[in-house]
């Protein structure tokens, strides 16, 4: 019988029942793939972070993803709240090569890489049709399409065919517009290919989304919300082709996993 110590901890908020929840394994040597994803479908969280030394892996219920931001940063919480790491600063190995996570009191910065997206309104009437919205430009990254809206009231407000959803050609649909005041930009994101039908708060839709709101403001500093029900605030920064993503982070429970 194998027992794995196990962390659920929400991300992207500083309250219960709001933010991201990830769970964290750590462990001291790989196990199967096949076993990681059974793991991470039977605890059915929109991530689970496995780490063996500073090598971190991410799994929704379905697939393994290259990049996550929540689950990164609820591993940095672990390892300094729960494991009283004397580090400020945390590096892991992972698909997306080094990445780096500071601390400052509750707060946690993640150091990812931007993700490029390019402006494609050739497919906007086949989105509009699909998603049944109106939109005002698309852009398309690698796995996701951003759509910008007018109103903030409809990303609120939007409710999404999962159905229709999976059934585009790329995994992910980001909506986004204007956020009010103190929010720079809001947004929700969409991927149940994934196994993840709304993701409550995204940092990877963030290294997409803050290059694209940046320039559109002309600011290097936004203050963001994803404005799914659970929401969750993220503090972004444009640095050298890299986002800084600021949050917090609280412990939800405990426990152990046998098998």
Same mark, same amino acid.
């Given at each position: 019988?194998?027992?794995?110590?196990? *962390? *659920?901890?929400?991300?992207?908020?500083?309250?219960?029942f709001?933010?991201?929840?990830?769970?964290?394994?750590?462990?001291?040597?790989w196990?199967?793939?096949?076993?990681?994803?059974?793991?991470?479908?039977?605890?059915?969280?929109?991530? $689970?972070?496995?780490?063996?030394?500073?090598? /971190?892996?991410?799994?929704?219920?379905? +697939?393994?993803?290259?990049?996550?931001?929540?689950?990164?940063?609820?591993?940095?919480?672990?390892?300094?709240?729960?494991?009283?790491?004397?580090?400020k600063?945390?590096?892991?190995?992972s @698909?997306?090569?080094? #990445? $780096?996570?500071?601390?400052?009191?509750? #707060?946690?910065? @993640?150091?990812?890489p931007?993700?490029?997206?390019? @402006?494609?309104?050739d497919i906007?009437?086949? #989105?509009?049709?699909?998603?049944?919205?109106? /939109?005002?430009?698309?852009?398309?990254?690698?796995?996701? *399409?951003?759509? =910008?809206?007018? %109103?903030?009231?409809?990303?609120?407000?939007?409710?999404? %065919?999962?159905t229709? /959803?999976?059934?585009?050609?790329?995994?992910?649909? /980001?909506i986004?517009?204007?956020?009010?005041?103190? =929010?720079?930009? +809001?947004?929700?994101?969409f991927?149940?290919?994934?196994?993840?039908?709304?993701?409550?708060?995204?940092?990877?839709?963030?290294?997409?989304?803050?290059? +694209?709101?940046?320039?559109? @403001?002309?600011?290097?500093?936004?203050?963001?919300?994803?404005?799914?029900?659970?929401?969750?605030?993220i503090?972004c920064?444009?640095?050298?082709?890299?986002?800084?993503l600021?949050?917090?982070?609280?412990l939800?429970?405990?426990?152990?996993?046998?098998?």
């Amino acid at each position: 019988m194998t027992v794995l110590p196990i *962390y *659920y901890v929400n991300a992207f908020s500083s309250l219960p029942f709001s933010g991201n929840p990830a769970a964290v394994i750590l462990l001291d040597e790989w196990l199967p793939d096949d076993t990681l994803i059974t793991l991470a479908s039977e605890i059915n969280l929109p991530e $689970t972070a496995f780490l063996v030394g500073d090598h /971190i892996r991410w799994f929704t219920p379905k +697939i393994e993803v290259p990049l996550c931001g929540h689950a990164t940063l609820a591993t940095a919480f672990v390892l300094k709240t729960i494991k009283q790491s004397p580090n400020k600063l945390f590096k892991f190995q992972s @698909l997306s090569g080094e #990445l $780096t996570i500071s601390c400052q009191g509750s #707060l946690f910065t @993640l150091n990812f890489p931007a993700i490029s997206a390019t @402006l494609n309104n050739d497919i906007k009437s086949a #989105l509009e049709e699909k998603l049944v919205l109106q /939109i005002d430009e698309v852009w398309q990254a690698r796995d996701r *399409y951003v759509c =910008f809206l007018s %109103d903030p009231e409809t990303v609120i407000n939007y409710q999404p %065919d999962f159905t229709q /959803i999976a059934q585009l050609p790329l995994p992910g649909v /980001i909506i986004t517009s204007k956020g009010n005041a103190p =929010f720079d930009f +809001i947004s929700r994101f969409f991927a149940p290919v994934k196994g993840v039908n709304e993701d409550p708060v995204t940092g990877t839709s963030h290294c997409v989304l803050a290059p +694209i709101w940046g320039n559109k @403001l002309n600011k290097t500093q936004l203050q963001a919300r994803q404005v799914s029900e659970r929401g969750g605030n993220i503090d972004c920064e444009l640095k050298d082709n890299r986002v800084l993503l600021t949050g917090d982070a609280a412990l939800f429970l405990t426990g152990e996993i046998t098998f």
